[in-house]
Every structure is written in C-alpha cells, then in structure tokens.
Nanobody, 129 residues
Framework: EVQLQAFGGGLVQAGGSLRLSCAAS????????FGWFRQAPGKEREGVSC????????YYVDSVKGRFTISSDRSKNTVYLQMNSLKPEDTAIYYC??????????????????????WGKGTLVTVSS
C-alpha cells in the first residue's frame, strides 16, 4: 500500500520554527521526487518546496527562500521541511506528495501539483501574530 504520512504541524508564534516530516512507504523512495504543498484558508493550493531523490535537485517558492529548508533521509524513507522565521501568512494545511518525473524540482516551470502521483493527508500549521 502506497502511503505518505505528514507530521509536525502545530501552533507557533510568528518568528518561531516547525519541522514537518513526510514518511513514505509502498514504493521506491529513490525513484521519486517529493514536494511540499500548502493551502491557506480561502486560497488555492500552492507548491512550496521540492526535493528529488533522483538527482538531489531542490526548489523553493520565492516566498519561503531563506526561511525553509527541504531535506531527506533515504535510510528512513522520510522527507523533511524545516520552517524557520514563520510568518502568519505561512498558516495553511501542508501536504506531502510524490512523483516520478525526473525534472520535477528543476524549477517553477516543472514543479506542478497536477503532476504528482501520490498525495498524503495534510498537517495543519498555524502561525499566530
């Protein structure tokens, strides 16, 4: 059974930090790229960050550059999103997804939620002001 399980959401004050985890199972971790997406209240879902286990490429949307860091641990089949200097506008449900497209994390022209093969259930991040 293919599973993506996201954990680590919670309530933090502006300027604080959270670390999200996405545990993958049921498919070959090394053959996929992983993306973090988020959906804020009243807004459409957007791509946040991406990491490819095929070529180690990474991508960040401009609004989180310098604040968020994506990483992975192949021995644990887990992807992480370290979120620092959180802002109220980061409040959203965060989703982990996976896709076998080798160029997924090469830039905004390739990083699309419409291309993802597998989705996990979201974890809620709330940043208070």
């Amino acid at each position: 059974e293919v599973q993506l399980q996201a954990f680590g959401g919670g309530l933090v004050q502006a300027g604080g930090s959270l670390r999200l985890s996405c545990a993958a199972s049921g498919f070959s971790f090394d053959d996929y790229a992983f993306g973090w997406f988020r959906q804020a209240p009243g807004k459409e879902r957007e791509g946040v960050s991406c990491i490819s286990e095929m070529d180690d490429s990474t991508y960040y949307v401009d609004s989180v550059k310098g604040r968020f860091t994506i990483s992975s641990d192949r021995s644990k089949n887990t992807v992480y999103l370290q979120m620092n200097s959180l802002k109220p506008e980061d409040t959203a449900i965060y989703y982990c997804a996976a896709d076998s497209f080798s160029l997924l994390c090469r830039g905004s022209r390739y990083f699309s939620q419409d291309d993802m093969d597998y989705w996990g259930k979201g974890t809620l991040v709330t940043v208070s002001s």
